[in-house]
């Protein structure tokens, strides 16, 4: 199967599980995406392992 024949999330797990020490884990999806009366609502997921925003006040992210 060549590239241009692959899904967006064929894409995507192949680009994120291709480096030497990559895991399945690293594929793993980090956002939910929830459509409800025509508003599209993107949610960091409750299990990602990298979430935005930084950590205490004063410590370096």
């Known amino acids: 199967m060549g590239r241009d024949d692959m899904t967006d999330d064929e894409k995507r797990h192949d680009q ?3 480096a ?3 895991t399945e884990e690293d ?3 980090r956002i ?3 459509e ?3 508003v ?3 949610d ?3 299990d990602a392992a990298v979430r935005p925003g ?3 006040p004063g410590e370096d992210a």
């Open 16 to 18: 994120l599980t291709t």
């Open 20 to 22: 030497p020490e990559a």
């Open 27 to 29: 594929a793993k999806p």
């Open 32 to 34: 939910e995406v929830t």
């Open 36 to 38: 409800h009366d025509g």
């Open 40 to 42: 599209t609502r993107i």
């Open 44 to 46: 960091v997921a409750d």
């Open 54 to 56: 930084g950590g205490e």
